[in-house]
């Protein structure tokens, strides 16, 4: 049987553009998995860039790590400063 050879494959290498960020968190939403939601908001900070997310919300890079870590229990203020700061908005709607 011949190797494989496996590839790294990371999604912040595709997340691009505001509309792929959009589009995979309303993709997560769907499943209603808090950690999941989290560690995509993880994601899109590491594409585009902790220090600035760090900049932008006033939250230590230390305290988005914490916050967005598997482990992590982000307030919801945190979580819509990350949000705001990605220029995307939080919208509810009816089902």
Same mark, same amino acid.
């Given at each position: 049987? $011949?190797?494989? +050879?496996? *590839?790294?494959?990371?999604?912040?290498?595709? #997340?691009?553009?505001?509309?792929?960020?959009? !589009?995979?968190? +309303?993709?997560?939403? +769907?499943?209603?998995?808090?950690?999941?939601?989290?560690?995509? *908001? !993880?994601?899109? $900070?590491?594409?585009? !860039?902790?220090?600035? #997310?760090?900049?932008?919300?006033?939250?230590?890079?230390?305290? *988005?790590?914490? $916050? #967005?870590?598997? +482990? !992590?229990?982000?307030?919801?203020?945190?979580?819509?400063?990350?949000?705001?700061?990605?220029?995307?908005?939080?919208?509810?709607?009816?089902?």
């Amino acid at each position: 049987m $011949a190797k494989r +050879e496996l *590839l790294d494959w990371d999604i912040v290498d595709y #997340l691009d553009s505001d509309e792929r960020m959009a !589009g995979y968190l +309303e993709a997560v939403l +769907e499943d209603d998995d808090p950690q999941l939601f989290r560690a995509a *908001l !993880g994601d899109i $900070a590491r594409a585009r !860039g902790v220090s600035a #997310l760090s900049r932008d919300t006033g939250i230590t890079r230390p305290g *988005l790590y914490k $916050a #967005l870590s598997s +482990e !992590g229990n982000p307030s919801f203020d945190t979580v819509c400063k990350v949000i705001d700061s990605f220029g995307l908005k939080l919208v509810i709607s009816t089902k």
